[in-house]
């Protein structure tokens, strides 16, 4: 599986963004897709995610509430879009698949190449 993001921008604060990531190959039912992002000097942060064959869907807190995960497995696109941005969302974003219901990094076998998202304040 090849994951593709897309959709990164520079946006005032407040402002809206929906990324993208499409995936190439076959994404199975038991899937679980997931956004994470990295700013400059800090770890990557678990952001979302949702199992690829139910509407099953968990946040981190920085960001329940203002983002929004989903998927249309017609397309093999997962998506998150993001309202009320702030200047700290300023990051690369990176879609991933795994195969467990999990927020950790290393529970993903299988990352996007990342988009760049700029909020200026």
């Known amino acids: 599986v090849q994951l593709q993001a897309s959709g990164g921008g520079l946006v005032q604060a407040g402002g809206s963004l929906r990324l993208s990531c499409a995936a190439s190959g076959r994404i199975y039912s038991s899937s679980v897709m997931g956004w994470f992002r990295q700013a400059p000097g800090k770890e990557r942060e678990f952001l979302a995610l949702?199992?690829?064959?139910?509407?099953?869907?968990y946040y981190a807190d920085s960001v329940r509430g203002r983002f929004t995960i989903s998927r249309d497995n017609r397309k093999n696109t997962l998506y998150l879009q993001m309202h009320s941005l702030k200047p700290e969302d300023t990051a690369v974003y990176y879609c991933a698949k795994g195969s467990r219901y999990s927020s950790h990094q290393y529970d993903y076998n299988f990352w996007g190449q990342g988009t760049l998202v700029t909020v200026s304040s």
């Open positions: 949702i199992r690829w064959s139910r509407d099953s869907t």
